[in-house]
């Protein structure tokens, strides 16, 4: 036997799903700018981790994933610009631009 929400229930959490969409897409991007951090040292760790090789991964990662160019492209943000990312498990994504 199959159980199942009653359509009272079901209705309105699918309208909280549908309406709290583009609200969570919309802030699942943030962009931090390194020139702007005030704490020194984590601006320094940010900085160091931005190797060479490191920044031009992610670079390629961004260009390969349509989503992420778009998402960049719509914040004014280019590409060779960035030079680290976080990604969380909650979706977010934090850019780090030089």
């Not at 699918?14 to 601006?43: H, K």
Request: proline share 3%; hydrophobic share 50%; aromatic share 8%.
């Amino acid at each position: 036997m199959r159980r199942s929400l009653p359509t009272f229930l079901a209705l309105p959490l699918t309208f909280l799903f549908v309406s709290l969409a583009p609200a969570l897409a919309a802030d699942a991007v943030r962009i931090i700018y390194v020139s702007q951090i005030s704490n020194d040292g984590e601006r320094a760790a940010i900085e160091a981790k931005a190797t060479r090789s490191r920044v031009a991964a992610v670079q390629a990662d961004i260009n390969s994933d349509r989503n992420a160019v778009a998402q960049l492209r719509a914040k004014n943000v280019q590409i060779r610009n960035v030079i680290g990312v976080d990604r969380f498990s909650s979706g977010r994504t934090v850019y780090y631009v030089r």
